[in-house]
């Protein structure tokens, strides 16, 4: 018995009560039928025995009766307590399962259903992994409940940016995953820039006061015969890069080193130049 409830709650929809009560009324209708046919095979019986007390046709309509009085009311009344037992089962599966997928602390996926999802990716998508920079810091100097405000703060954010078919998940401790449909490559690096700029610019509230932070973000597209493994570790190489390269970047696995350092050199010079002319304003307001 305890087999095929379990066997219902994964088969039926019994989340919802209006279930319940369907399958009180298909099983008492099976039960009606059932009885009606024991009851008919009796009657035959006692008739071919000259052992039934009553015309054929009177047994015969008292035997409906008694089918639907008897077999409908008593089956339909155990249907709904078994159906009962079906929902709370049923219920207590699904928020198992919602929680076995869930990031406690963010409210976002976590790793193992994230995976699921990249491995169902199509073409015209990104991985994403994002880590908070200096994240150790916050935790060592405020607290950890200052590192958990910064963990569902920033999550929130992700929320916001990555909406629709995007994805996103808490890999574990301060680093994200977020899978970018839509646009091509330069867009969705675009995008991956956006909500860095967006983070680094806002304060976030924690105990006694507040603190900013930044991210850094590798990107691996998805597509074509690449696994998992090979996208998950292109992404992962590209953010280790973005953080050895000072962190507050975004990286994509295309990158080549000599094309950072000539990225990096440029933006040097252009920091300088903007220095020089703030300097220049200085001295003619002087």
Known sequence: MKQWISLQAELGNFQQRRAIFIFALKMSFVAVIMSLAIILVLIFVMQW?????????????????????????????????????????????????????????????????????????????????????????INDRFGHASGDAVIVAVSRLFSDAFTGENVIARLGGEEFGVIIHGGDTAERIARVEEIKEQIAEQSIAIEGGSVKITISAGIADIGG????????????????????????????????????WNRCASEQEQEATTDVRELQRYVQQM
């Open 49 to 137: 025995l000259d052992l039934l007390p009553l015309p054929i046709f009177e047994a015969m309509r008292f035997g409906v009766l008694l089918a639907w009085i008897i077999g409908g009311t008593v089956s339909g009344a155990l249907a709904v307590l078994v159906g009962f037992s079906i929902h709370r089962l049923a219920v207590s599966r699904a928020e198992f399962e919602r929680l076995s997928r869930t990031d406690t602390l963010s409210g976002l996926l976590n790793r193992r259903a994230f995976t699921e999802v990249l491995n169902t990716a199509k073409d015209g998508a990104s991985l994403v992994i994002f880590d908070l920079d200096r994240f150790k810091t």
């Open 225 to 260: 015969d690449r696994k998992t493994e090979a996208v998950y570790a292109a992404a992962d190489k590209a953010l280790y890069l973005a953080k050895t390269l000072g962190r507050n970047r975004v990286m994509h696995e295309r990158e080549r080193l000599s094309q950072v």
